[in-house]
């Protein structure tokens, strides 16, 4: 069993920061990759951002720029750096990682999603 528990997500006017925190919990022997996804209301869900193990980053053109993803191994934990936030931000942002199963195959374990509202 692990849990993703995330926060930080909250209520923001247009050009203002937030930082989205992802904590990992559980019987864990090592993270692959990481990511954010989001959804706003009526649409389609994003990937919005990844981060492997080693820490390459990819991020969604839509954000690129103004988002930064970083993770801390010791921790089990990612970030979301947002800055230069914009109402076209605002979604549920749910985060996930990657890891190895005891049979040896990777699993997707998700987080339960936070909100993020910017306003104009």
């Known amino acids: 069993q692990v849990q993703l528990v995330e926060s930080g997500g909250g209520l923001v006017q247009a050009g203002e920061s937030l930082r989205l925190s992802c904590a990992a919990s559980?019987?864990?022997?090592?993270?692959?990759?990481m990511g954010w996804y989001r959804q706003a209301l009526g649409k389609q869900r994003e990937l919005v951002a990844t981060?492997?193990?080693?820490?390459?980053?990819n991020y969604a053109d839509s954000v690129k720029g103004r988002f930064t993803i970083s993770r801390d191994n010791a921790k089990n934990t990612m970030y979301l750096q947002m800055n230069s936030l914009k109402p076209e931000d605002t979604a549920v942002y749910y985060c996930?990682?990657?890891?190895?199963?005891?049979?040896?195959?990777?699993?997707?374990?998700w987080g339960q999603g936070t909100q993020v509202t910017v306003s104009s």
């Open positions: 996930y990682a990657d890891l190895p199963t005891p049979e040896g195959y990777n699993g997707r374990f």
């Open positions: 559980g019987s864990i022997f090592v993270i692959n990759a």
């Open positions: 981060i492997t193990g080693g820490g390459m980053t």
